[in-house]
């Protein structure tokens, strides 16, 4: 099998082997891209920014990894299921024509439209449905913003595909979307796994522009002939994975016992969550901005927090500053040195969603705040740190308050997995055990997947000790000495975060 995973700064296809009870996972090729800001004029003159994905790249590196695949390991290939960031998407005309760049998420046209989205129809409402928290970046921002203002741009017979369906149809013409990316749209029913159409209908979106909803592991189609010659690969089959990667990254997480484990996708974004077994849609759910996204046979009660967008920014900045890339391990370095509990901020504060210089928009929480701004790199990346793992803990609380169970037992996936300051931050902030891994989850996950559907697994849960077996996992325990300096930084973050 072949998983392609795409997140929101780098690309990456793994070959999987499940073989006589042990699976295997190979990395095949590796990419990084990401949003490219333009400033161009409106129609009145005024220099708008807009950002956008380069479809093509990700479309060619996608090639890339095919034919490396079949250099390494010949023309068998069972499958391929691809995953995705969960926003964004395009409109295709009836000829096959992109109608447009695909927009990214974090572009300034959304910073408003959940305003506007709540004026069409009431925020509980929506929430009842659908079980989606308010985020700028919900496709129901995105397609209302679209019909509010180029929809004198949608020619008869265009259709809508949400981004891991735009590769999809690239691949193998087929026009379809997830259960779990459609999930989080916050346009579908989430008990009827349909699109609502009443949702559709307040924010004036055209039931019919939107693709058929498929469950995770359907056989979807096959790469056409002239894609299938172009990689030197046969009629490979294209199967539906858990397209939104926190779903596929869920579904490597090691977890013993759903109703006790905290799971933590740890990326650009933290998803931070709990599986449970259906949609829950309380007024404390919607009050704590909980998020009831579809998973494989479950539901992930989660929410959205920035993770390592901070980080990755404040990288960009000091690369522009010095010309050049600061390595990882130096960076951990300055980190682990610098004094803990001088600053923290908010992750999730407006201003750090796409601030120009990130380094100066911590500065400037910090001066609201009344707090020192971090004197050097690594005290920044200590503020970070710090910040999230608290955040992870205000969270949790949440999330055990509306299901009315804390957890006993954190697991960590995804790339932030490999933070093991972070790591050991999280379980001494949260006074929980941390078990951290697989480190590459979303791939682990959507090869799961695309195995059930092709019958080589009858559940998830059989896929669980072929994780734990075939990857490192990682124990962190909490440090009894450090509770009550964590004790006391929790007090001074809800009083910042409050704010």
């Known amino acids: ?13 793994f070959a999987g082997l499940l073989q006589d009870g042990a699976f295997s996972m190979e990395e095949v090729h590796r990419f990084a891209h990401e949003g490219v800001p333009f400033f161009l004029p409106d129609r009145d003159g005024a220099i708008v920014e807009r950002t956008y994905w380069d479809d093509t790249v990700l479309y060619q590196n996608i090639l890339t990894g ?38 990214a998420y974090r572009d300034r046209r959304l910073d408003h439209m959940i305003a506007e989205v709540k004026a069409r129809i009431a925020a509980d409402r929506v929430y009842a449905i659908t079980g989606i928290h308010f985020q700028p970046f919900n496709l129901s921002n995105q ?12 020619p008869p017979g265009a259709f809508f595909l949400p981004i891991p369906s735009l590769f999809y149809y690239y691949l193998g013409g087929v026009r379809m979307v997830d259960s779990t990316w459609a999930s989080v749209t916050q346009l579908m029913d989430a008990r009827m796994q349909k699109w ?5 209908n307040a924010l004036d979106i055209p039931a019919g522009v939107l693709p058929p909803i498929v469950a995770p592991g359907s056989d979807v189609g096959a790469l056409t002939p002239a894609v299938a010659a172009a990689v030197g690969l046969g009629a490979v089959r294209l199967l539906a994975v858990g397209s939104h990667d926190t779903a596929s990254a869920y579904a490597a997480a090691p977890v013993e016992r759903n109703d006790e484990a905290l799971i933590v996708s740890s990326g650009t974004w933290s998803l931070v969550g709990k599986l449970v077994p259906s949609p829950i849609t309380t007024p404390a759910a919607l009050a704590a901005n909980l998020s009831n996204e579809g998973g494989i046979g479950n539901t992930r009660l989660l929410k959205n927090c920035m993770g390592s967008w901070l980080v990755q920014e404040l990288r960009r900045v000091w690369r522009n500053a010095d010309g050049k890339e600061t390595a990882w391990d130096e960076l951990d370095a300055l980190t682990a040195r610098a004094p803990a509990f001088r600053t923290l901020v908010d992750p999730d504060d407006p201003g750090f969603y796409h601030p120009v210089n990130m380094q100066t928009a911590i500065e400037a929480f910090c001066l609201r705040t009344g707090q020192p701004a971090p004197v050097d790199r690594g005290a920044f990346l200590r503020t970070v740190y710090e910040s999230l793992a608290l955040t992870y803990r205000r969270i949790h609380e949440q999330i055990a308050a509306v299901t009315g169970r804390p957890c006993r037992v954190v697991h960590i996936v995804g790339g932030g997995s490999r933070n093991e300051l972070l790591n050991q931050f999280t379980a001494d902030a949260m006074g929980l055990p941390v078990v951290a891994g697989p480190v590459e989850a979303t791939a682990v996950g959507n090869l799961m997947v695309q195995a059930q559907g092709l019958g080589a697994l009858r559940t998830l ?3 669980l000790p072929l994780i734990r077996k075939a990857f490192p996992i990682r124990d962190h325990a909490p440090n009894p000495a450090s509770r009550a300096a964590w004790e006391k930084a929790y007090s001074k973050f809800q009083a910042l975060a409050s704010n």
């Open 1 to 13: 099998m072949l998983a392609v995973d795409f997140g929101a700064s780098g690309g990456k296809c």
């Open 66 to 103: 095919l034919r490396e695949y079949r250099r390494r390991f010949g023309a068998v290939l069972d499958g391929i299921g691809i995953d995705t960031w969960g926003a964004d998407g395009q409109f295709i005309s009836a000829d096959g024509d992109l109608l447009g760049k695909v927009y």
């Open 143 to 154: 397609l209302l913003w679209f019909m509010q203002h180029r929809r004198e741009t949608l």
């Open 196 to 200: 609502s159409a009443e949702i559709l």
């Open 461 to 463: 849960h059989d896929a």
